[in-house]
């Protein structure tokens, strides 16, 4: 089932979505800190220590938004962090943080289609992806883009919401997630449809052991899955 931000337009979840973020780019970062109680920053750090051991030198941030987690690959001072969004909105918003850090000459963010990403194959060393596989129009053609980018050995590591699964945290995670969240979203961020989509594309996600079997139909190989902060996200990692 395609979940979509936009149920009564005609246009494709990649448009709607590149819609959606232009619209609350200018709220994205406040909104994603404060729903997710500054919890999302821990995880992404976690992340990026997977990949530490490979030393990588050219990295890739695939739907890297307003790019927080292609600044969070600076950690393994790496040569230079390519960011990829479709929205131009939250690129402009990552372009700004990147100015005012000083460090343009290492993180370079561009708009571009995960789906036909614009490099050569072969190119990089790690890929990360932030919770944007969800937003994929086409998943399976969006991990064999990353797959076909990838040098061989390379380490793919995606975040990504999952549904907890534990009573009670499941109950309280379900409340805080469907009803709290949107409310709190819909009022700052100004779009009524952002923040029901998230719940739903979550809850439609195919994730754990379901994603992990995807990676492995692209050819992706040694694929992991740890479930973050009793599940309410995931970390996967995976290798050409």
Not at 24 to 31: A, M, Q, R, V, W
Not at 43 to 64: F, S
């Given at each position: 089932m395609t979940v979509l931000p936009y149920k009564d337009e005609s246009s494709g979840k990649k448009a709607q979505v590149a819609r959606m973020f232009n619209n609350?780019?200018?709220?994205?970062?406040?909104?994603n800190h404060f729903l997710s109680l500054g919890i999302d920053r821990g995880?992404?750090?976690?992340?990026?220590?997977?990949?530490?051991?490979?030393?990588?030198?050219?990295?890739?941030?695939?739907?890297?938004?307003t790019g927080d987690f292609a600044l969070q690959a600076l950690d393994l001072n790496p040569d230079k962090v390519i960011g990829v969004d479709i929205s131009e909105g939250m690129l402009e918003v990552g372009r700004k943080k990147?100015?005012?850090?000083?460090?343009?000459?290492?993180?370079?963010?561009?708009q571009g289609d995960s789906e036909n990403l614009q490099f050569e194959g072969n190119k990089f060393d790690a890929?990360?992806?932030g919770f944007g596989v969800r937003n994929f129009e086409n998943l399976e053609k969006g991990l064999a883009e990353?797959?076909?980018v990838m040098k061989p050995g390379a380490m793919l590591v995606v975040l990504e919401f999952s549904r907890p699964k534990r009573f009670p945290f499941k109950q309280v995670y379900n409340f805080y997630f469907k009803s709290i969240l949107p409310n709190i979203g819909r009022m700052?961020?100004?779009?009524?449809?952002?923040?029901?989509?998230?719940?739903?594309?979550?809850?439609?996600?195919p994730d754990g052991k379901d994603f992990e079997n995807i990676l492995q139909k692209v050819g992706f190989k040694n694929t992991t899955c740890e479930p973050l902060t009793f599940g309410i996200s995931s970390v996967y990692t995976a290798r050409k």
């Open positions: 609350i780019s200018g709220s994205y970062d406040f909104l995880w992404r750090r976690k992340a990026i220590k997977l990949i530490r051991p490979l030393n990588p030198k050219v990295m890739l941030d695939v739907a890297t938004g990147v100015a005012n850090r000083h460090l343009s000459p290492k993180v370079e963010l561009l890929v990360t992806v990353i797959l076909r700052v961020s100004k779009d009524k449809s952002a923040y029901t989509y998230l719940p739903e594309s979550v809850d439609a996600f």
